[in-house]
């Protein structure tokens, strides 16, 4: 399998996690479609690096994955706290920093 069909997937699920970010109300969406976008990223780290035979784009590859895990741990701890102060999730709702 090429480089092209690689780069193609990452370019799908970057778009699927594009529209899942823009079309969301839910936060917990939101988080998903970043999420999608940043395996997307991954994707091409990997594929690139493979294709060059070179082991930097996986090295990066894993410090993105950590940095991820964090956001992703760190996102939903901010969801949880604005459900138990507005009960409620929904993006358009959350007008918290508004002064």
């Known amino acids: 399998m090429g480089l092209q069909a690689y780069l193609t997937l990452a370019a799908v699920i970057?778009?699927?996690g594009l529209?899942?970010?823009v079309t969301r109300r839910n936060t917990i969406g939101i988080l998903l479609g970043i999420e999608l976008m940043l395996n997307a990223v991954?994707?091409?780290?990997?594929a690139?690096?493979?294709?060059?035979?070179?082991v930097t784009g996986m090295i990066f590859t894993v410090f993105t994955i950590c940095i991820t895990v964090s956001e992703a741990a760190l996102g939903l701890a901010i969801v949880i706290l604005l459900f138990r102060i507005r009960r409620t999730v929904m993006a358009d709702h959350l007008d918290l920093l508004k002064g």
């Open 14 to 16: 970057f778009c699927i």
């Open 19 to 21: 529209f899942g970010v």
């Open 42 to 46: 991954n994707i091409n780290l990997v």
């Open 48 to 54: 690139f690096a493979r294709f060059h035979a070179d």
